[in-house]
């Protein structure tokens, strides 16, 4: 297959309705030698898309296409269905990781929300229509860029893919994701406490998860164990006791949210399991 040619059904019918403005009754039919169902076990020849409005009305090998269709023949090419990334961060650009440190301290959260509309938009034109984006921190702001951008996307403001977002993101005082972690003690003002998705104890996990299903988290991301790009931690040392894990999953279970965790260590990846997280992110050194 020539990978150069395959375009997601999502993307063509997104470049149709910005161009457009297409009709909420117009129907557009899209052909290509190739289509990949998501169902069958090898691409279709001969593939037709139907797409009314909205809505993809009909698709396979050589599906009837209505008389009144405008005909879009894309030739030597496989048409798709649109990607999903389950583990993403659209809001931060890790290109070069010491500058995007810097960057953080001198960024206004209003700029930094204009520089995330390019990579929204050039994430769905590369066929991904579906995005978990587990954690978007703004140093010291409690602006939810990614609940922003969520529904900018939603209302058609901004063009990008479905967004699941986890705000934030928990972790432990001193873990991977208190950004204070590596800096002179009050260097950046009061120590960051749940309001920030820091906390410390069973109480303050709860608490911390009600703060981010409360600021619009879709998905609650824990940082469980050290990371790779963290200053002060080993990447595989357990940063949650067994009983914060265990209130994590409770409380954000209680309230209907999936529980992703950021671990790389095997104790805490074992913790994470018994406590019944939904989905373990990296999971480097698990034995």
């Known amino acids: 297959m020539n990978f ?15 161009g457009s403005a297409m009709a909420a009754d117009q129907t ?3 052909k290509a030698a190739r289509l990949f169902d998501g169902k069958s076990r090898a691409l279709i020849q001969n593939g037709v898309v139907v797409v009314q409005g909205d809505k993809i009305a009909d698709a396979g090998a050589n599906v009837a296409i209505p ?40 960024i206004s959260t209003s700029a930094k929300a204009y520089s995330v509309i390019p990579a929204a938009r050039a994430t769905v034109e590369a066929g ?41 993101g928990i972790g432990a005082t001193g873990g991977h994701f208190d950004d ?25 996990v709860r608490k911390a998860v009600r703060f981010e299903v409360r600021n619009g988290a879709d998905v609650i991301k824990a940082a469980v164990s050290g990371g790779v790009l963290s200053l002060t931690d080993e990447v595989d040392t357990p940063q949650f006791t067994p009983a914060e894990m265990a209130a994590l999953v409770d409380e954000s279970h209680r309230l209907r ?10 104790q805490a990846g074992r ?11 990296h999971g480097s050194f698990f034995k």
Do not use: W
């Open 4 to 18: 150069t040619r395959l375009i997601t059904l999502f993307a063509v019918t997104l470049a149709l309705l910005v």
């Open 28 to 30: 557009i039919a899209l």
């Open 67 to 106: 008389p009144d269709a405008q005909v879009i023949d894309l030739g030597d090419a496989t048409l798709s269905p649109g990607f999903m990334d389950a583990h993403t961060h659209i809001t931060l650009d890790y290109t070069n990781y010491q500058a995007m440190r810097l960057r953080e301290l001198q």
């Open 128 to 168: 991904f229509t579906t995005v978990r984006d587990v954690g978007a921190r703004t140093y010291r702001s409690h602006d939810c860029l990614d609940v922003s951008l969520r529904d900018a996307i939603a209302k058609g403001i901004v063009v990008g893919p479905r967004m699941f977002v986890a705000t934030y």
């Open 180 to 204: 204070a972690a590596g800096f002179r003690d009050g260097l950046f003002g009061p120590e960051p406490d749940v309001a920030d998705g820091i906390a410390d104890g069973p109480d303050a």
């Open 257 to 266: 949210k999936k529980v992703a965790v950021h671990c790389h260590g095997d």
């Open 271 to 281: 913790e994470a399991i018994e406590a019944g997280v939904d989905s373990i992110e």
